[in-house]
Every structure is written in C-alpha cells, then in structure tokens.
C-alpha cells in the first residue's frame, strides 16, 4: 500500500464533462429554435 491512487479530481473532471455538454446541447437549442421564439414575440408584438 505504497501507492494509493488519488481519486478526489476524478469526480470534479466529472461534473465539468457533463456541465460543459450540458452547455453544449442548449447552445445548439436556442441557436435552432432562437429564430423561431423570435418570430413567436414578433407576432405577439404585432398583435399588440
């Protein structure tokens, strides 16, 4: 038992890999449906 691997940085590697695809998947949410909320405020602008 000289060596015992140090495993505390795993989890935080982790939690960055999900947060980062996390932030990955709503960036290409909103840059697909950005246009289309854009145009759903328009038409309720316009309906004002």
Do not use: H, K, T, W
């Not at 015992?4 to 709503?26: H, N, S, T, W």
């Amino acid at each position: 038992m000289l060596y015992m691997p140090r495993e505390e940085g795993q989890g935080l590697v982790e939690y960055a890999l999900i947060l980062v695809l996390v932030a990955v998947v709503v960036i290409v949410i909103l840059a697909l449906l950005g246009p289309v909320i854009g145009n759903v405020f328009s038409d309720i602008v316009e309906a004002l």
